[in-house]
């Protein structure tokens, strides 16, 4: 009699257990501002006080003397809450308490590259920082000092061994290869950079295989990424230098809790994003020729923290103490104030992109017609278009604050126009969604396309519903099981068409969208034009002007306040 894979190690409390073992991690990424729990989501009901607490009772509770901890971030600080993003610069606030957390390795991510001030945060306030000077590492990014000096940001690899069994190890941070870095910064692409750099042939030297037990690699690169292969393609280089000893890698970006196996020694875990997930990964035998390995995602709940941590009470005093100050925050950012109700949960991808409660839908729908532009467009036909990935979080039902626009909408993109034929306007949208379809501009997960061998069907009342992890060690990864929820694959782009009917196919069109994806529009119109058998125009970035106007932010919420101005007097 086989029991459902569901039922496996699950106790009387419905949370699947972990196994500490000689090395053991613990790993979180792309947070994005996220330390002050999510308000209405019970399964990931923990603030950064807890997370810390968490921590510290793990290693008092389930540490013996011959079992080691290692806490590791990948990366993705802000971008995607009120407490990092209503501040300027954003992040200015969150980096004192994300860096409460006693991490052993951390790094970046792109978005402490997309400008200058989070990047100069980024760099004086954690990198360079006394307490993470010796555990920040960034292997292929450089910092542009304001006189113009360029030095590695932070350590380009960093040797350690763990106190407790003298596990020796190696490490190295990438990320993926990011092109929209501002000026104080310069990324190359993971491979190239060890392939080429002096730093690393010297590393080689100082680091035979012989004198180290294993290679760990973090970082904001996805440890699935069928179209880029960047983390295969280093794991390949390394392994012609270190072929015998473990290989680990902790992986970011792409907003999954994914785990991957390289080879017998090797394997890969990403650990989800916005503080719903804290992953663990164990390894035995870590100096044998048969190490073994496990994995969980522990949801970033009180209930998962105290289970884990074998604790009554998550309240430590430096716990505390954090919860606290983050709660400070968010009422001195006023991010409790409410603009609006939310009548209906809006999802991203739990409802087909043309249902009532899809979020683009009712972007498109409802918010989008609301931009009205500094110039005249009165007697002129557009399309207004934007990159799915601009959203980022499902719009809940119930009260919609001031946090709820960073959560839902956090980017400041601005508009732009470009006047182009309506004939060449009307294939940009299906050309941006189906030849090629390009990652970067839908929502962080299009990296990873959803594994074809989908879960078992979980339908019991008693449980939550919620995405199933499925890895290469199956379906039993996250700590608490959840009922089965639909996912409907997010085109690139979503699109408005507001097309007069006088409009003929040559008639110029206003065509708008958003200064982030200036260069995808570019390309895309250029490619149409060649298909079209044009090849005496192409579109480059002079023809693109400010269209002005509001935000998508600020049309969302102008939307709710209006449509539930009754409700709130
Ligand atoms: N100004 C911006 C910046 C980013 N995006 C979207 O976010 C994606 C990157 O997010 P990660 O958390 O995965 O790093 C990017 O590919 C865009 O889709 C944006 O829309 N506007
Ligand atoms: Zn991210
Ligand atoms: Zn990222």
């Known amino acids: 009699f086989l029991l459902p894979e569901r039922y496996f190690d699950i106790g009387v409390n419905k949370i699947r257990s972990l196994k500490v073992g000689e090395l053991n991690f613990l790993h979180t990424t792309d947070t994005h501002g996220w330390l002050g729990s999510h308000l209405v989501q019970p399964d990931f009901d923990a603030d950064w006080g807890d997370f810390i607490s968490f921590v510290d009772l793990f290693k008092k509770n389930r ?43 951390l790094t970046l991510g792109n978005h402490e590259l997309y400008n200058p001030a989070n990047t100069e945060v980024e760099y004086y306030s954690t990198a360079m920082s006394h307490k993470f000077k010796n555990k920040y590492v960034c292997s292929n990014v450089d910092f542009v000092k304001e006189d113009g000096t360029i030095v ?95 290989i680990q890698y902790f992986g970011g970006h792409s907003h999954i809790r994914d785990f991957v196996i390289l080879d017998d020694k090797s394997s890969c875990l990403q650990s989800g994003r916005y503080s719903e997930t804290v992953g663990f990964l164990s390894i035995d035998n870590v100096k044998s020729e048969k190490p073994s390995f496990f994995r969980r995602y522990i949801n970033f709940s ?64 409802k918010v989008l017609p609301r931009l009205k532009p500094d110039i005249d467009i009165s007697s002129v036909s557009r399309f207004i278009t934007i990159n799915t990935g601009a959203v980022r979080y499902d719009l809940f039902k119930g009260p919609f604050t001031k946090d709820s626009e960073y959560i839902v909408l956090p980017f400041p993109n601005k508009w732009l126009y470009l006047e182009v034929p309506l004939y060449l306007a009307m294939q940009v949208e299906e050309y941006l969604n189906h030849r090629p379809s390009i990652a970067s501009l839908g929502p962080p997960q299009s990296f990873a396309l959803s594994r074809p061998d989908s879960c078992p069907l979980v339908n019991d009342p008693s449980l939550s519903e919620g995405y199933v992890t499925r890895d290469d060690f199956g379906c039993n990864g996250d700590d608490t099981p959840r009922n089965s929820q639909n996912t409907y694959k997010i085109p690139s782009v979503v699109q408005l068409r507001e097309i007069l009917p006088s409009t003929q196919p040559n008639d110029n069109v206003h065509f708008i969208f958003y200064s982030f994806v200036q260069s995808d529009i570019i390309q895309a119109l250029n490619s149409l034009l060649i298909e079209n058998n044009i090849t005496d125009k192409a579109y480059d970035a002079t023809d693109c002007k400010a269209y002005g106007g509001k935000s998508t932010q600020e049309l969302l919420r102008d939307y709710i306040h209006e449509s539930t101005e009754g409700y709130l007097t």
């Open 302 to 365: 009180k209930r998962s923290f105290k289970f884990h941590s074998h604790a009554k009470s998550l309240d430590t005093h430096k716990g505390k103490h954090v919860s606290s100050k983050v709660e400070c925050l968010r009422k001195s950012l006023g991010l409790n104030k409410v603009i609006g109700f939310v009548s209906k949960t809006y999802y991203m991808a739990a409802r087909q992109i043309d249902s009532e409660e899809n979020v683009y839908h009712m972007l498109v729908n």
């Open 63 to 105: 540490l013996t003397n011959k079992q080691d901890l290692l806490v590791i971030d990948t990366g993705d600080k802000r971008d995607g809450n009120g407490l990092s993003d209503a501040t300027s610069p954003s992040g200015i606030a969150t980096t004192a308490l994300f860096n409460e957390q006693d991490y052993d390795l």
């Open 152 to 246: 590695p940001f932070g350590n380009k690899y960093l040797y350690l061994e763990t106190p407790k069994n003298k596990i020796r190890i190696l490490t190295l941070s990438f990320i993926f290869h990011f092109q929209k870095a501002n000026q104080r910064a310069r990324v190359t692409s993971p491979i190239e950079e060890i392939m080429t750099r002096d730093w690393f042939k010297e590393m080689l030297e100082r680091h035979p295989e012989n004198e180290l037990d294993m290679l760990l690699i973090f970082g904001h690169v996805p440890i699935t990424d069928h179209e880029n292969h960047e983390l295969e393609q280093v794991h390949e280089y390394l392994r012609k230098f270190y072929p015998n000893i473990i």
